[in-house]
């Protein structure tokens, strides 16, 4: 009997190859391993104010109190306090003065958590309080800044605002965003002999934790393991955020000897680590009668928190995507990095582009209310040209621009006309609901914007049974990155993928390694073990072609054998033959993107492998009495070039449209006149749930291929997609405008919230009612 034809991997919609594992409860995440038999639970001890020295911190108690192994201090560490992680600034444990609430005072370990929790309480903390600098506004009027200000310029911005025919100004608040990873931020530390250490985390950034667990040590990088089999979600929480877990278990685990688990609760988690960046955006943009944009100035200004962290890089990519898809010829982008006493904000899915896509895509939007016109129509007249007016602010060309393309074909496959017509009839005859709608492209650059973090390793072994060990520096955070690297593997070689097994990331098997992030992880990582697979396999052509005579090059792997001319053997077989014949069957793999050049002095240069793109059409109706909305219907058309998986593909738009949706809608964050973060449980914060995704809901993935040869001419997915929910924004706002039969523009701030959306119905009558008795007096 022949045996059924093995299809390729790639391009194949496989499951997740933890799905099962997922929705079984048999995967296991790092609080599900099983204990050490000495374990010791960590507690960290926040701080209570926003900014304040310490005048007395006294914590005999506490290391006297039941079931206590150790406490530390910023005065007990052996060897660093700093774990910023491009500058300094971000400390183990307050020195001396704390800079926000909830920064971390002193560490505990204890025989149990709950101990550990009592034991921290214990302790006496005396503040002389200092004053705080809260929010963005405070900051920058004191110019309050972790970083200098940045500026991208290029033509004259204000010699085309003077010239335009027409000109607005406004400004746009943009809340932040919590993580809400299912899996809190966690770490084992366990002491290994000769004081070495192995410290499991789940961390994006295996390579940076290693480092900065080692420099808290005091030991070299060589002495730590870093590993991390998944992670239960990170979008961007675990890039640098896990390293003070991780330290402090580490601190704790060295001090005692004893293997240390430190897993905060959510409220904790909530608190003490960093979240998107909240950011004010103000424009001045000129523009001509057809809504063309001639001139604009945009001023971007982010709240950073007390530390730099990554928060350059963050700002930068938020002023490369204050573009989105359209061309601004005359263009000056300023950037200021707050510096605030709260906790230092970091990566989060989109890394700043989803703040600068909101500022240029408010500006389209009132350009359009302005005029009357239908949004669509003023965006798509700013779209970049496909010859022409194809540079971007910071002077990369836009090579494979397929907006204009790829909105005609969701204009078309969404009925946008159609629904537009219904929505304005519903409109006409409901005085009290308004349904709104809009369609709105994304554009987002590929590739760490630090050229330097562009890289990526990869280590495989064949066994002498055929079987195959995947590792590589790329971590699993729910993403479906192993799925889609094995897929390249068994496809290199020709084999079922069951023969490929996905191991943990460990900085034991590839060495410094950058995070898995901004979107990068199968572009890197696919390439780096396609690399290694392709050095093994030029090993095993070669033994073929000298057992049977012929050329290596024309020996082909495909469906589990390994053939050349009429002979062939199986891939086990060679893998035998090979060994016995003293050939490797290990090899390394390295890629680094090539064609990047950046200059982040000037804002010059190509940062971007390539652009991907979608867009979102979104339809919302409101309750103007209440606030309360509904999102109707939401169609999306996403390029992943040509997707390693269309399975993990899909589920990438569809959970990052949602998670945007979340930001946009009904995720607030709220401090307290003091600095304390209020809304610290989902009692209080809001993220979306399974109701919340629209009753229709359509995604469909573009057909098309990467113009740059990346891994299979695929495109990166991760964070773009979140992007698309910008359209529910703009169909917020819409619907609000419906109010004022679109003669008014509405003052609407993010987060959507069903409160800011009655107070800017409510703000858009009050406005109404005096034009018309304006109207009415004249
Ligand atoms: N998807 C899931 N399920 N969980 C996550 O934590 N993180 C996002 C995105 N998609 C995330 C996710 C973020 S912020 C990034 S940068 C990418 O995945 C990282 O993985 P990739 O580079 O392999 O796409
Ligand atoms: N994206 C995501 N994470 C990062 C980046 C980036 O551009 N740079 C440094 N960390
Ligand atoms: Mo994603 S914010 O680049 O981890």
Request: glycine letters at 8%; hydrophobic letters at 40%; charged letters at 25%.
């Amino acid at each position: 009997m022949r045996r059924a034809r093995q299809r390729p991997a790639v391009a194949a919609p496989l499951p997740h190859d933890s799905a099962v594992q997922h929705v079984s409860g048999a995967a296991l995440y790092i609080d599900d391993l099983p204990e050490p038999r000495d374990l010791l639970h960590a507690y960290i001890r926040l701080s209570e104010r926003a900014h304040a020295r310490i005048a007395r911190l006294e914590v005999a108690a506490v290391a006297a109190a039941p079931g206590v192994a150790a406490v530390m201090t910023a005065r007990d560490l052996p060897a660093a306090n700093d774990i910023g992680p491009v500058l300094p600034g971000d400390l183990v444990f307050a020195d001396g003065v704390v800079e926000y609430w909830g920064q971390s005072l002193f560490a505990v370990a204890a025989e149990s958590v709950e101990l550990a929790r009592a034991a921290a309480f214990k302790a006496v903390v005396d503040y002389e309080d200092l004053p705080a600098i809260l929010d963005i506004e405070t900051a920058l009027t004191r110019q309050s800044f972790v970083l200098p200000t940045q500026v991208m310029r290029r033509g004259d911005a204000a010699a085309a605002l003077a010239r335009a025919p027409h000109r607005l100004k406004g400004r746009l608040a943009i809340g932040g965003q919590d993580h809400f990873y299912l899996e809190g931020q966690v770490a084992m530390a366990m002491p290994r002999e000769g004081g070495d250490m192995l410290v499991l985390s789940s961390t994006q950034h295996p390579s940076e934790v290693q480092h900065l667990v080692a420099k808290v040590l005091g030991l070299p990088d060589s002495a730590v393991v870093t590993e991390v089999r998944r992670m239960g979600g990170g979008f961007g929480g675990k890039e640098t955020q896990a390293a003070p877990i991780a330290c402090t278990a580490a601190l704790l685990a060295q001090r005692t000897g004893r293997p240390v688990k430190l897993r905060l609760d959510r409220d904790d988690d909530m608190i003490l680590t960093g979240k998107r960046h909240d950011f004010i955006a103000d424009y001045d943009v000129g523009f001509d009668a057809e809504g063309r944009i001639r001139g604009i100035a945009l001023m971007l200004a982010s709240r950073c928190g007390i530390s730099p962290d990554l928060s350059g890089a963050v700002n930068d990519r938020a002023m490369m995507h204050a573009d989105n898809c359209y061309y601004l010829e005359n263009v000056t982008i300023t950037s200021h990095r707050c510096k605030t006493n709260t906790v230092s904000n970091t990566a989060f899915r989109g890394f700043g582009g989803p703040q600068g896509m909101m500022a240029i895509e408010q500006v389209v939007d009132e350009i359009a209310r302005r005029l009357g016109m239908d949004p669509l129509a003023v965006r798509k007249r700013n779209f970049y040209g496909l010859r022409r007016r194809n540079l971007t602010p910071y002077r990369m060309k836009v090579e494979d621009n397929v907006i204009p393309g790829l909105v005609a074909e969701l204009e078309e496959s969404a009925d946008y006309a159609a629904r537009r017509a219904a929505a304005a009839r519903f409109n006409a005859s409901s005085p009290w609901l308004k349904r709104g709608l809009a369609l709105t492209p994304v554009k987002f650059g590929i590739s760490f914007t630090a050229t330097s973090m562009n890289q990526a390793g990869a280590l495989l072994h064949v066994y002498t049974d055929g079987s195959v060990q995947l590792n590589h520096g790329g971590t699993e955070m729910g993403q479906g990155l192993f799925i889609k690297v094995a897929q390249v593997v068994a496809d290199e070689f020709g084999i079922d993928i069951a023969r490929v097994k996905i191991t943990a990331t460990t900085t034991e098997k590839v060495p410094n390694t950058s995070p898995t992030a901004a979107s990068s992880g199968s572009d890197l990582n696919g390439k780096a073990a396609q690399a290694a697979a392709r050095e093994i396999k030029s090993r095993l052509a070669r033994c073929a072609a000298s057992l049977w005579g012929g050329k290596p090059q024309d020996v082909v792997f495909a469906e589990g054998e390994v053939r050349l001319g009429r002979r062939s053997l199986s891939f086990a077989a060679l893998a035998r033959h090979a060994h016995r014949s003293r050939v490797s069957l290990s090899a390394t793999g390295f890629y680094r993107t090539p064609k990047l050049r950046y200059d982040p002095k000037t804002h010059r240069g190509r940062p971007f492998y390539y652009f991907a793109y979608g867009a979102a059409m979104s339809e919302v109706e409101i309750d103007t009495l209440t606030g309360e909305y509904k999102l109707r219907r939401v169609v999306i058309l996403h390029d992943c070039g040509a997707s390693l998986n269309p399975a993990i593909d899909l589920g990438q738009v569809e959970g990052g449209f949602v998670q945007g949706m979340g930001w946009l809608t009904s995720e607030e964050l709220c401090w307290d006149a003091e600095g304390r973060l209020t809304t610290h449980a989902p009692s209080t914060y809001k993220i979306p749930a399974c109701s919340d995704v629209p009753p229709d809901f359509r995604v469909a993935l573009r057909r098309g291929r990467n113009r740059e040869p990346s891994i299979y001419r695929s495109k990166a997915v991760g964070e773009p997609p979140l992007m698309l929910a910008i359209s529910v924004f703009h169909a917020l706002r819409d619907a609000i405008a419906a109010v004022g039969e679109y003669q008014l523009s509405p003052l609407l701030d993010a987060p959507a919230t069903s409160e800011r959306v009655l107070l800017a119905v409510e703000d858009l009558r009050e406005r109404l009612g005096r034009t018309s008795a304006r109207l009415a007096a004249e």
